[in-house]
């Protein structure tokens, strides 16, 4: 049974995306958590327990983006994880109490396989293998902590789960990427897919929400406006922006190529992932009761999920080397300032409030860079950075021809993708 590495261009697998479907049950109990424990500590356990599922499911994106995983004993490895990932799904609503032991040792068997596999992938590849060996010591220093924090209690598991954390993240920083290789296609759908996911886990949250209600005037209407807040989500990732990171992703190269990789999907899409796990969390607790106010907690989840979506979008956009832009901004503003609204005005009423910052966010979008965006989308990822800024800037010149009576007049620099010119290199 032969090693096979993954080819240039590849799509995603099959076998990916039936690891994908514990993915999905594990976001699922992650929300459940949130909604069983609705306390600002509730909210730190549910996104440590977050942190840790996400950075498990991303590991194992790179690895499929380096190894074939549907060939040789590779498939098997990969059953065994996706079996070992299940048992961490089940355990995670008990994380931090009766299940803590099972979730560490399940988690810790995952990262040992990945850790396997990719050294696997890195035979005959003396920079992957380099690369992996940085990285593994902190792997194994991250279970090491878990399983510690399994048989504490108190502040002290705590404190052991999020030093484990801490560890994940910020050995890719510390020790850099050099040595990693990114197929861009694969890579880029693959993350598209967990959006996808997140995005499906909120429309589950109505169904549960609603279970058992009746289905009256009030639970429809959120049911609709979460579903409304859900679909702008989604727009603003996969109308243009899925596209523009793609094309900053293929012209970047070597180390500079992984780099990127790590900071705008291993990093920016895990709070991409929570600010959709929270609003579903929020829309699950609201229609519990359209007419009643919010609890805080809950109040934030609604909109500071929201919050904190366009928070990872902003910095992606900065990422790319666009500048700040304006509507994400000052939709992201808006939320924000919701968030004081929200516990003190009927749940319905708060729902609607973040579903009106959406929609309007992406009128602003659709009709402020109708060309621009035309143009994006007609070539799906297949231009460069300096082809998108031509036309955005033909585009602002039009507009500006057409409102000032001299045809000189002064224009907003928009909101487009990439408004200002990308630094050539990134540092490894």
């Known amino acids: 049974m032969s090693v096979q590495r993954a080819a240039p261009g590849q799509r995603v697998a099959p076998l990916e995306l039936f690891f994908d479907l514990v993915v999905v049950f ?24 977050l942190g840790a599922l996400w950075w498990a499911w991303s590991a194992y994106a790179w690895l499929t983006n380096a190894l074939d995983p549907e060939e040789g004993y590779v498939r098997l490895a990969m059953f065994a994880a996706i079996a070992a990932m299940l048992i961490v799904s089940l355990a995670a609503p008990g994380a931090f109490g009766s299940d803590a032991l099972t979730f560490a040792i399940a988690y810790s068997v995952v990262r040992g396989l990945h850790l396997l596999l ?6 005959g590849d003396e920079d992957l293998l380099h690369a992996i060996a940085r990285l593994a010591p902190a792997a194994a220093l991250a279970s090491v902590l878990l399983v510690s924090a399994a048989v504490t209690h108190g502040p002290a598991r705590l404190a052991l789960w999020s030093a484990a954390i801490a560890v994940i993240y910020l050995a890719p920083l510390v020790y850099g990427m050099r040595g990693f290789h990114i197929s861009p296609d694969h890579f880029v759908e693959r993350y598209g897919l967990i ?4 995005l499906g886990e909120s429309i589950v949250a109505i169904g549960v929400g609603a279970s058992g209600l009746d289905l009256d005037a009030g639970v429809i209407a959120a049911a609709l406006l979460g579903f409304t807040v859900i679909a702008c989500l989604w727009w603003s990732y996969f109308d243009w922006s899925i596209y523009v990171a793609r094309a900053r992703l293929a012209e970047a190269t070597g180390p500079a190529r992984a780099a990127f990789a790590r900071d705008a999907y291993a990093y920016l899409h895990m709070p991409m992932v929570a600010g959709i796990v929270l609003f579903a969390f929020g829309l699950k607790t609201t229609l519990a009761d359209v007419g009643g106010s919010l609890a805080i907690v809950p109040a934030l989840g609604l909109c500071g999920g929201i919050a904190l979506y366009l928070i990872a979008h902003v910095v992606l956009r900065l990422r790319i ?36 910052v959406c929609v309007a966010l992406i009128a602003y979008e659709f009709f402020r860079h109708r060309e621009g965006r035309a143009w994006i989308r007609a070539r799906r990822g297949e231009f460069t950075l300096d082809e998108v800024r031509g036309v955005e800037a033909r585009a602002r010149s039009t507009t500006s021809r057409a409102t000032s009576p001299d045809g000189d007049g002064a224009h907003d620099p928009g909101d487009a993708a990439i408004a200002e010119p990308a630094p050539q290199h990134d540092a490894p």
Not at 26 to 49: C, D, E, H, K, Y
Not at 195 to 198: K, M, N
Not at 324 to 341: D, E, Q, Y
């Open 321 to 356: 080397g666009g500048g700040l832009g304006v509507g994400r901004p000052a939709a992201l503003v808006l939320v924000l300032a919701l968030i004081g609204v929200a516990w003190a005005v009927p749940a319905l009423a708060a729902l609607s409030l973040v579903a009106s």
């Open 26 to 49: 594990a976001i699922t109990q992650v929300t459940t958590f949130l909604s069983q424990n609705p306390t600002w500590g509730g909210l730190f356990r549910g996104m440590l327990l």
């Open 118 to 123: 990719f050294a696997i992938a890195g035979r």
């Open 195 to 198: 959006i996808i996911i997140a």
